[in-house]
């Protein structure tokens, strides 16, 4: 199966050898954003409710790059810097996704990229 690759203009370029999205067949798989303002290369903030906004606004950019939306997604990955951060995570992503809601898996992680306190991986299908 030849891989179609998203390039969402406007967004932070990747930092590392992966492709921002990927699609599958009727699958677009999305690497883990993190809270980089594509306009200044920077994190967004140190606030984790700012940071969760930022990361699921750049999910969101190359989503809609491949022509998509948030209503697309099937399955999400939040990893977070800090489990007491899972509330107000968790009430950020909640402004996002509509019901139904995509399967989801939340996990604890020691490290991030950049020191970030939320990455978010997304699924979505056409």
């Known amino acids: 199966m030849a891989k179609q690759i998203?390039?969402?203009?406007?967004?932070?370029?990747?930092?590392?050898?992966?492709?921002?999205?990927?699609?599958?067949?009727d699958l677009l798989f999305v690497s883990g954003q993190t809270p980089i303002d594509p306009a200044t290369g920077t994190v967004a903030s140190d606030n984790v409710v700012e940071q969760a906004h930022q990361t699921i606004k750049n999910v969101r950019a190359i989503l809609e790059a491949a022509g998509l939306t948030l209503d697309n997604v099937v399955k999400a990955t939040v990893f977070i810097k800090n489990m007491n951060?899972?509330?107000?995570?968790?009430?950020?992503y909640a402004s996002y996704f509509q019901k139904p809601y995509p399967a989801r898996s939340c996990v604890e992680v020691a490290r991030l990229p950049r020191d970030v306190l939320v990455e978010i991986e997304v699924v979505a299908s056409r």
């Open 6 to 25: 998203v390039v969402a203009e406007g967004s932070s370029p990747p930092i590392g050898p992966y492709s921002l999205g990927v699609w599958a067949g």
């Open 85 to 92: 951060d899972f509330a107000a995570i968790n009430d950020v």
